[in-house]
Nanobody
Framework: QVQLVESGGRLVQAGDSLSLSCTVS????????MGWFRQAPGKEREFVAN?????????TYADSVKGRFTVSRDNAKNTVFLQMNSLLPEDTAVYYC????????????????WGQGTQVTVSS
C-alpha cells in the first residue's frame, strides 16, 4: 500500500517561512517525480513545484512561487520537502504532495498517488 503523508502546515504571518515534508511509504522516490500542489478555498488545484532524480536532481516551479519556494528531496529517507519563504496571504491553501513515474509533469492527473494534504494559512 502506498502512502504519502504531508506535515508541517500551520498558521503563519506574511513574510514568515515554513517547511513542509512529505514521507512516502510503499514506493521509492529515488527515480521518480515528486510534485507539490495546492488548493485554495473555491479554487482549482494548482501546481507548485516538482522534482525528479536521484543524482543531478531537476526541479521546476510555478511562476507564483519561483524564487520563494524550494523543493528538495532526501531519497534515503523517501522524503521530499518544500521550503517556503516570504509567504504571502495568497499562499494560503491545502498543500498536497504526489508521486508519479516518468518525466516531470505539472498536470495533477499525471500523478498516481497523493497525500491527504496539510493546511497552510498565511495571515496578513
Amino acid at each position: 500500500q502506498v502512502q504519502l503523508v504531508e506535515s508541517g502546515g500551520r498558521l503563519v504571518q506574511a513574510g514568515d517561512s515554513l517547511s513542509l515534508s512529505c514521507t512516502v511509504s510503499g514506493r521509492t522516490i529515488g527515480d521518480y517525480t515528486m510534485g507539490w500542489f495546492r488548493q485554495a478555498p473555491g479554487k482549482e488545484r494548482e501546481f507548485v513545484a516538482n522534482t525528479l532524480g536521484r543524482t543531478g536532481v531537476i526541479t521546476t516551479y510555478a511562476d507564483s512561487v519561483k524564487g520563494r519556494f524550494t523543493v528538495s528531496r532526501d531519497n534515503a529517507k523517501n522524503t521530499v520537502f518544500l521550503q517556503m519563504n516570504s509567504l504571502l496571504p495568497e499562499d494560503t491553501a491545502v498543500y498536497y504532495c504526489a508521486w508519479k513515474r516518468g518525466a516531470l509533469s505539472r498536470a495533477g492527473q499525471d500523478y498516481s498517488y497523493w497525500g491527504q494534504g496539510t493546511q497552510v494559512t498565511v495571515s496578513s
